[in-house]
């Protein structure tokens, strides 16, 4: 008899995304002739950046002729994206991070939740509370977890983000061994500076742990001080993998980019305590589940990298930090307490009441999406989260009608 993986059983019945959609849609279907703002999930609105199309152009063209034509590329990723993103994004801020470091893929969301199968299943996982959700049910599909309860799986070690924690994780107290840390922030845009950091990689070095860093939203990073990379802090390169994505940066959701760094001195241990490197396993998992991302995809965030795409992506991120900042201005206005939305396409607003209420108000009343914190973690009641991505025009048509709402 075929038996299935009851650990997902324990899934909550359904993605957050899926409830706020089937919420919407019963709006919509209502209320037909009404013009619906979804400041909701966070998805770019803006178009891949000219360098980049014309990169993309010019590899279909290339695709299309015996002689240049390619097939099944490197699993890992071409060496003329890998040295880009070696020397561009890591080495020019002192990370110490080598092309063959970086694995190429088409999403930071199938790494990070992919990445937990090299690590033993009776391991003990910090993640954060309110979290990005793949980190929470990728680890309870495979096992790691205990039955959901008052919010909660049994056998996680919850990292309270709370505005008494600052929006940071405290260390926790007991000990454990895969810890997941997200800045900036999804959802709170909350952000972490150097000394914070090196407090958490300090900590994994001493207890032989290892920290999953997605750095995700690192291209809207505007204060210089702040880390773009966990590889920039001393010590990190023994305990670290980081994952990055084209797909804010560039606006890639829909063409698929990705990369994660793992490190050669990255190191976890087998059950007799004997250290194995961690980029071993992940270059064979990578190599025998995954078979490349396409060429012209691969060719189009290349040029992300060129004089002329640097131009046009700083200018795609300065387009939603100006949305995200007059969000938070407006709801700041209104006396709603707010983080995020500087160094983050995310505003992280206290609402003053259930989540989903406030989600169904906005909702019914002003006829804006947004994302209920709640459904982020225990620690995200009474929250709402609130996406700059949009056009800008609709950004201001939400947030007036937003202020007439809640005035
Ligand atoms: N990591 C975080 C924190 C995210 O918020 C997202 C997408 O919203 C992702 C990863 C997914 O990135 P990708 O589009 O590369 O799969």
């Given at each position: 008899?075929?038996?299935?993986?009851?650990?997902?059983?324990?899934?909550?019945?359904?993605?957050?995304?899926?409830?706020?959609?089937?919420?919407?849609?019963?709006?919509?279907?209502a209320h037909p002739g009404k013009e619906v703002i979804k400041?909701?999930?966070?998805?770019?609105?803006?178009?891949?950046?000219?360098?980049?199309?014309?990169?993309f152009h010019k590899a279909v063209d290339e695709m299309a002729d015996g002689a240049t034509f390619r097939g099944y590329g490197p699993e890992q990723g071409y060496d003329?994206?890998?040295?880009?993103?070696?020397?561009?994004?890591?080495?020019?801020?002192?990370?110490?991070?080598?092309?063959?470091?970086?694995?190429?893929?088409?999403?930071?969301?199938?790494d990070n939740g992919n990445v937990q199968e090299?690590?033993?299943?009776?391991?003990?996982?910090?993640?954060?509370?309110?979290?990005?959700p793949v980190y929470l049910d990728t680890n309870v599909m495979a096992g790691r977890t205990g039955a959901f309860s008052e919010g909660r799986y049994g056998n996680v070690v919850y990292l309270e983000c709370t505005r008494a924690t600052g929006f940071i994780p405290a260390l926790p107290r007991e000990k454990v061994d895969l810890i997941y840390l997200?800045?900036?922030?999804?959802?709170?845009?909350g952000t972490i500076t150097k000394a914070q950091l090196k407090q958490w990689v300090d900590y994994a070095r001493a207890q032989k742990a290892i920290i999953l860093f997605d750095a995700a939203y690192e291209t809207f990073i505007r204060d210089e001080?702040?880390?773009?990379?966990?590889?920039?802090?001393?010590?990190?390169?023994?305990?670290?993998?980081?994952?990055?994505?084209?797909?804010?940066?560039?606006?890639?959701?829909?063409?698929?980019c990705a990369y994660t760094v793992v490190p050669k001195a990255c190191t976890a241990y087998t059950a007799a305590g004997e250290p194995r490197?961690?980029?071993?396993?992940?270059?064979?998992?990578?190599?025998?589940?995954?078979?490349?991302?396409?060429?012209?995809?691969?060719?189009?965030?290349?040029?992300?990298?060129?004089?002329?795409?640097r131009v046009q992506c700083r200018e795609l991120i300065d387009y939603y930090l100006r949305n995200a900042a007059l969000i938070r201005d407006e709801m700041t206005a209104l006396g709603y307490d707010c983080i995020g939305g500087?160094?983050?396409?995310?505003?992280w607003v206290n609402g003053k009441q259930d989540s989903w209420e406030f989600f169904d108000r906005l909702l019914e009343k002003a006829n804006v999406v947004c994302t209920p914190g709640v459904g982020f973690g225990r620690c995200g009641a009474g929250y709402i989260r609130i996406s700059a991505f949009n056009d800008y025009e609709k950004v201001q048509r939400a947030m007036e009608r937003i202020r007439r709402t809640l005035k």
């Open positions: 008899m075929i038996r299935i993986n009851e650990h997902y059983l324990k899934l909550q019945a359904s993605y957050l995304f899926s409830d706020i959609a089937k919420r919407v849609a019963a709006f919509q279907k400041l909701g999930i966070g998805d770019v609105t803006r178009p891949l950046p000219p360098a980049c199309i014309q990169a003329f994206l890998r040295e880009k993103i070696a020397k561009e994004d890591f080495q020019a801020r002192g990370a110490d991070v080598a092309d063959d470091e970086i694995f190429v893929s088409d999403g930071a969301k199938c090299i690590f033993a299943t009776d391991i003990t996982v910090a993640i954060p509370d309110p979290t990005y997200c800045f900036p922030n999804n959802p709170t845009g001080a702040l880390p773009h990379s966990i590889f920039e802090i001393e010590g990190a390169r023994e305990v670290a993998i980081e994952f990055r994505s084209f797909s804010k940066q560039a606006g890639f959701t829909g063409t698929r490197p961690v980029h071993a396993l992940w270059l064979r998992r990578h190599t025998t589940k995954f078979n490349g991302v396409s060429y012209p995809v691969q060719r189009a965030a290349e040029a992300v990298y060129s004089p002329a795409g500087d160094h983050s396409p995310y505003i």
